[in-house]
């Protein structure tokens, strides 16, 4: 067999979590990006700020303070023993949780992107002809802003796909429950296994090209699309 049955599991882990952190951010990344577009509030630039700081801060830091945040002794980690879902770390759900965090500015970036580009006059023909804001935002805001939302999504998902320090802080290497792909290729290593290393880590290779080309050949299709 090319990957072995813990590969698979990892694998199938993986897009599990990268699945799920996909779709918890187009609810929250979405509206987000709007307000951080539309906001003239003077927190936008403090939030705008903290939403990207994963892009430049050691995964293995965020890590840590996620780590802190809900653990036993944490704030956010008291708060879940005392609604009865005990501590997240070292869980699949905590995973999920930190891949929200790490791959948030992966999907709001792209989508505010987007939506600084869009301008005022296809909201103001909205207004004109009595839209509602939530109408205006669903039939008008979000079919412009299409190509931010694709590269948004494709982005957040190839990106939690590849995580490891974050991933390893915060849910340990735990087999069919927190160990991903990044994460079994780490164990190969470790074990001097390099033939399987090297095999999960062309699949991970494969996959990221592919990503990535779909990508550009989106784009390029839609700036053929606009001329």
């Not at 990344?29 to 892009?55: C, E, I």
């Not at 039939?139 to 948004?152: E, Q």
């Amino acid at each position: 067999m090319l990957l072995t049955a813990s590969d698979l599991q990892a694998i199938g882990l993986t897009l599990q979590v990268a699945l799920l952190t996909t779709a918890i951010l187009l609810v929250l990344g979405v509206p987000l990006a709007w307000w951080l577009a539309r906001s003239r509030s003077v927190w936008s630039r403090p939030v705008g700020a903290l939403v990207s700081v994963p892009l430049v801060l050691p995964p293995s830091v965020l890590g840590f303070y996620v780590l802190v945040l809900m653990g036993p002794n944490g704030p956010v980690g008291g708060l879940t023993q005392a609604l009865g879902l005990g501590v997240l770390t070292f869980s699949f759900a905590g995973l999920v949780i930190a891949s929200v965090l790490y791959s948030l500015p992966f999907m709001v970036q792209p989508v505010l992107n987007s939506m600084q580009s869009l301008g005022e006059r296809p909201l103001e023909a909205a207004a004109s002809l009595r839209a509602s804001k939530l109408d205006t935002f669903f039939s008008v805001v979000l079919p412009l802003c299409r190509p931010g939302l694709v590269t948004g999504v494709i982005m957040s998902f190839a990106h939690t796909v590849g995580e490891f320090g974050v991933v390893l802080m915060v849910g340990g290497n735990i087999p069919g429950v927190t160990r991903v792909v990044s994460v079994q290729i780490y164990d190969h290593v470790e074990a001097l296994e390099y033939a399987d290393a090297h095999r999960l880590a062309a699949v991970m290779l494969g996959f990221s090209f592919l990503v990535l080309l779909a990508l550009q050949l989106y784009n390029q299709r839609q700036r053929r699309g606009l001329q």
